[in-house]
Nanobody, 128 residues
Framework: QVQVVESGGGSVQAGGSLRLSCEAS????????MGWFRQGPGKEREVVATIGIGAGSTAYVESVKGRFTISSDKDKKTVYLRMNSLKPEDSGMYYC?????????????????????WGQGTQVTVSS
């Protein structure tokens, strides 16, 4: 099991920006991947973005393309989610998932699944 800690949530007005951080307790190497998920009020949890740590490949849900950017640190344990042009519908609890397996075209969540660690979540609130 991999421990995961998120930070960086907060409250912003529509059009604003936030950067979320996620640190895993173990190095993510090879075909490993990490991802960000979110769950809005009354909604199911959805994947937002994933990154294959080895190659730096990324994938995004359609609703955030062009606004959000996922990236990883060289330490192979930390990923970020830069969120620009935020909208009220982006509000929700954001969760980081770590130590998945990058499997393009077959994985369940934007090329990444089999996560071995989840964070407790960080709240993002976007007001109109």
């Amino acid at each position: 099991q991999v421990q995961v800690v998120e930070s960086g949530g907060g409250s912003v007005q529509a059009g604003g920006s936030l950067r979320l951080s996620c640190e895993a307790s173990a190095f993510i190497v090879g075909r490993g991947c990490m991802g960000w998920f979110r769950q809005g009020p009354g909604k199911e949890r959805e994947v937002v973005a994933t990154i294959g740590i080895g190659a730096g490949s990324t994938a995004y849900v359609e609703s955030v393309k062009g606004r959000f950017t996922i990236s990883s640190d060289k330490d192979k344990k930390t990923v970020y989610l830069r969120m620009n042009s935020l909208k009220p519908e982006d509000s929700g609890m954001y969760y980081c998932a770590a130590a998945g397996i990058w499997r393009p075209r077959t994985a369940e969540y934007l090329n990444c699944d089999g996560f071995r660690g989840w964070g407790q979540g960080t709240q993002v609130t976007v007001s109109s």
